[in-house]
Structures are given as structure tokens and as C-alpha cells.
């Protein structure tokens, strides 16, 4: 089993800041890439940020504003926020593309957390 926990979600008013955090724990191998998606109502789901192969991508909307990291020792990635705008507003999902121990065998799939709640709004 995997679980991803985030947390760090909330409201802020335009151009504040958030950190949001999610870690991977289970039977992990391998993690292949790790990174954030959002859905805002009514919208499908986008990539935020995501590392992967060693590089970092960021969707245009966020480059400039929203910084990924990672702490690869314990499987934990996190995003910065800052110069909030309203159009952020979305539901953040953390997701992790990696490899599962399941007994004598490894499995390879994607899983992702539960989503936080992310509200810019004055």
C-alpha cells in the first residue's frame, strides 16, 4: 500500500502565499517523478509542477510565482506558492509515478492523494 498525505492548503487573499506538502510512505522502490496537479470547479485536471527524469516543469500560468522542491530522502515534495492570484483556485492533488514492493514482486503505478483545498479570494 501507498498513502500520500498532503497538507498546507487553506485561503489567502490575493498575492499572499502558501507551502503545500505531500509525502509518500508504503513499500516504495523507486519513485520515477512526483508532483502536483489542481482542478478548479467546472475544469479538468492540470499539472502544476512536476519533477521527473531530474527536471522540473512548471505549468506557464505558475513559472515565476510557484516553486517545486523535493527531499528525496523522505519521499516529500512541496510546492510554494506566493503571488496568489483568485484564478489559483482549485483543488491541489499530489501525485507519484513509482514502483510498489507487493511480496516477491514490484509493481509500477500511479497514485495520488486526496486533494487539498485552495482558496485565493479577497
Known amino acids: 500500500q501507498v498513502q500520500l498525505v498532503e497538507s498546507g492548503g487553506g485561503s489567502v487573499q490575493p498575492g499572499g502565499s502558501l507551502r503545500l506538502s505531500c509525502a509518500a510512505s508504503?513499500?516504495?522502490?523507486?519513485?520515477?517523478?512526483m508532483g502536483w496537479y489542481r482542478q478548479a470547479p467546472g475544469k479538468q485536471r492540470e499539472l502544476v509542477a512536476q519533477?521527473?527524469?531530474?527536471?522540473?516543469d512548471y505549468a506557464a500560468s505558475v513559472k515565476g510565482r510557484f516553486t517545486f522542491s523535493r527531499d528525496n530522502a523522505n519521499n516529500t515534495v512541496y510546492l510554494q506558492m506566493n503571488s496568489l492570484k483568485p484564478e489559483d483556485t482549485a483543488v491541489y492533488y499530489c501525485?507519484?509515478?513509482?514502483?510498489?514492493?507487493?511480496?516477491?514482486?514490484?509493481?509500477?503505478?500511479?497514485?495520488w492523494g486526496q486533494g487539498t483545498q485552495v482558496t485565493v479570494s479577497s
Open positions: 501525485y507519484a509515478d513509482l514502483v510498489l514492493r507487493k511480496g516477491i514482486v514490484q509493481v509500477r503505478g500511479v497514485y
Open positions: 508504503g513499500a516504495i522502490v523507486t519513485i520515477y517523478s
Open positions: 519533477v521527473a527524469s531530474g527536471s522540473t
